[in-house]
């Protein structure tokens, strides 16, 4: 999920970008764009940081109070 958190960021960063540095004639449209832009950065941000299955650390028999 990295790979992917890390293609949505850099496409959602140039779009602002794009979106930003041109004038549109339709303003909603743009404003739409960037709006969707963060939200692909945002999406990106929470892939990179949110932990794959492989990261988590395994409780074992020492690392947690065992009851029987």
Do not use: R
Request: no cysteine; aromatic share 10%; charged share 15%.
């Amino acid at each position: 999920m990295l790979k992917l958190g890390v293609i949505a960021l850099i496409i959602g960063f140039l779009l602002i970008l794009f979106l930003t540095k041109f004038s549109m004639d339709k303003k909603v449209l743009k404003n739409f764009g960037i709006a969707f832009g963060i939200i692909l950065m945002v999406y990106g941000l929470i892939q990179i940081i949110q932990p794959s299955d492989d990261t988590y650390i395994e409780t074992t028999k020492t690392t947690t109070p065992h009851k029987h």
